[in-house]
């Protein structure tokens, strides 16, 4: 089937506006993740969903940051009065119950705050 | 808490060399530990992951990786190097008994770059 998507794939903003990520997990795949990857750095984990569980926020890195996860299904992740240190990629991933950690990762979306 | 080291920033090795791509860990429990692998351009790709029983463990693309749980290591290893392998591998871990749990992401390292030359 189809595997995990993400959409825009590029983004530019001006600092100040408001921008919605969207991630469409692998179906049937209960967890999901948002990641950040900014130029020359690893992963830093940001949110992560499980089943009907309440998330996961611990990664956040402010409260203009926040996700949702609506039907169990769709994501899409806020950033409010963006700034240039928002500038990165950011990826989304899903996983199965059945195997446990192994993530399967979106083309991730890149966001450029001017 | 759980952490996920990776010493070189950096690997160079020329084709149909050995490689190998370090990586240590520590976690309160027992792991279960992972390699992706990044290549220029396109997201990130599971590449094989340790669970439980045998410790080296076979991955695609020809790869492998031993867990060593006295050296808290996973080492990242391939017999003979090709071009087309080079692209950003990353470690990554969870504890085990936290599966399901607030703590069901993975910790990354910050990611190796393998270069492979001709």
């Known amino acids: 089937g189809a595997g995990v998507s993400q959409s825009p794939s590029n983004k530019v903003t001006e600092k100040g506006k408001d921008v919605e990520l969207r991630c469409d997990p692998i179906s049937g795949h209960t967890a999901l993740y948002w990641y950040r990857q900014s130029l020359g750095q690893g992963l830093e984990f940001l949110i992560y969903?499980?089943?009907?569980?309440?998330?996961?926020k611990s990664g956040l890195p402010s409260d203009r940051f926040s996700a949702e996860r609506t039907g169990g299904s769709v994501s899409t992740l806020t950033i409010q009065r963006t700034q240039q240190e928002d500038s990165a990629v950011y990826l989304c991933?899903?996983?199965?119950?059945?195997?446990?950690?192994?993530?399967?990762f979106g083309p991730g979306t890149r966001l450029t705050v001017t | 808490a759980q952490s996920v080291a990776q010493p070189e920033d950096q690997v160079n090795v020329a084709e149909g060399n050995p490689l190998t791509v370090k990586c240590t860990y520590s976690?309160?429990?027992?792991?279960?530990l992972f390699w992706y692998v990044q290549y220029p351009n396109r997201g990130l790709q599971f590449l094989l992951k340790?669970?439980?029983?045998?410790?080296l463990v076979k991955g695609s693309y020809g790869f492998e990786a031993e867990f060593n749980k006295s050296q808290t290591s996973f080492h990242l290893k391939k017999p003979s190097a090709l071009v087309s392998d080079s692209a950003l591998y990353f470690c990554?871990?969870?504890?085990?008994?936290?599966?399901?749990?607030?703590?069901?992401?993975?910790?990354f390292g910050k990611g190796t770059k393998l270069s492979v030359k001709p």
């Open positions: 969903f499980q089943g009907n569980s309440a998330p996961d």
């Open positions: 976690v309160s429990g027992n792991p279960y």
């Open positions: 340790y669970i439980t029983g045998d410790n």
């Open positions: 990554a871990v969870r504890d085990r008994w936290n599966y399901g749990g607030s703590q069901g992401n993975l910790i």
């Open positions: 991933a899903s996983s199965s119950l059945r195997s446990p950690g192994e993530q399967y």
